[in-house]
């Protein structure tokens, strides 16, 4: 059982270049999340679902989009990287329910220069 | 006030000590809590969750005051590999998982 995979694990991008951080879980849970981790900040919440076809905003959801084509997959965009998106960057899923703890993937970090 | 608080530390406790951390929410309505730990640059996992009459996995043992509106996690016998930061959870809605809220964490170093 994966559990929560995300892909990269590392990556470095120039100003202004676009790329997607993939995540995909396999717990059939209806809600998966990207938080996105800075020391001293905590984590803070981008983008979330609570089911495929639907996202809604975050905290801090500024310079990136998401989807949620099937209940598996929840990709983050960046559409034009900034060095304020220097982060790391981790995705979580739960099932739908208030009792749910999040299990988190293992985190992508990003660097912009 | 913060939603939800914590003493940041560090603790700095010799191997085989109790050590007991505790973290303060703001909303009296919360309804479920948690306690993760993270490792250094590694994601956060669930150590356990927090009932109302509280629970014990092994070494590790968490309560809910619901009157003054704080948990807590007691750490027994601790050993070299319990240095982590140790985050406090809170979800205040019944409904979604979006509300969840994070403290910011207490580091715990474990000295031989």
């Known amino acids: 059982n994966a559990g929560v995979t995300q892909t990269p694990k590392f990556q470095v991008l120039k100003t202004g270049q676009s790329m997607t951080l993939q995540c995909a879980q396999d717990m059939n849970h209806e809600y998966m999340s990207w938080y996105r981790q800075d020391p001293g900040m905590g984590l803070r919440l981008i983008h979330y679902s609570v089911g495929a076809g639907i996202t809604d905003q975050g905290e801090v959801p500024n310079g990136y989009n998401v989807s949620r084509s099937t209940t598996e997959d929840f990709p983050l965009r960046l559409l034009s990287a900034a060095p304020s998106q220097t982060s790391v960057y981790f995705c979580?899923?739960?099932?739908?329910?208030?009792?749910?703890?999040?299990?988190f993937g293992n985190g992508t970090r990003l660097t912009v220069t | 006030r913060k939603e939800v608080e914590q003493d940041p530390g560090p603790f700095n406790v010799p191997e085989g000590a109790t050590v007991a951390f505790n973290c303060t929410y703001s909303n009296s309505a919360s309804q479920s809590f948690f306690w993760y730990r993270q490792d250094c640059r590694k994601e956060p996992k669930l150590l356990m969750s927090v009932y109302s009459s509280g629970n014990e996995d092994g070494r590790f043992t968490a309560q809910l005051n619901r009157a003054s509106q704080y948990i807590s996690l007691l750490i027994r016998d601790s050993k070299l590999s319990d240095s982590a930061t140790y985050l406090c959870v809170v979800n205040p809605y019944r409904s979604s998982a979006s509300k969840i809220i994070f403290g910011s964490g207490t580091r715990l170093s474990i000295r031989p």
């Open positions: 979580a899923s739960s099932r739908q329910d208030y009792n749910s703890p999040l299990h």
